[in-house]
């Protein structure tokens, strides 16, 4: 799953949201107030636990995304892909 959640508010994961946290980081600012997933104001006091936590979820998910995927390309026929024995 593409979300995370961080201080009680639910954010979804998007390169976007990774890059500019990370561009924040780099400016040296320490706190920011971001929108969470329902449009309310979260301020985030440590940019680096909130990247990393961004970076970890938005990884897992990819890795289980291409692992899904690279089950269905071995997979022969839609009677497998769909699992009947047939």
Do not use: C, W
């Not at 600012?29 to 104001?41: A, C, G, M, S, T």
């Not at 009677?79 to 024995?85: A, P, S």
Request: charge should be negative.
């Amino acid at each position: 799953m593409m979300t995370i959640g961080y201080n009680g508010n639910m954010f979804t994961v998007k390169l976007e949201l990774v890059n500019f946290v990370k561009q924040l980081i780099d400016l040296n600012v320490k706190q920011y107030i971001f929108l969470d997933d329902n449009e309310n104001p979260v301020l985030v006091s440590d940019l680096h636990d909130f990247h990393s936590k961004l970076i970890t979820q938005y990884t897992e998910a990819l890795n289980e995304y291409y692992s899904e995927t690279e089950k269905l390309k071995k997979l022969r026929d839609t009677k497998q892909i769909v699992g009947l024995d047939v």
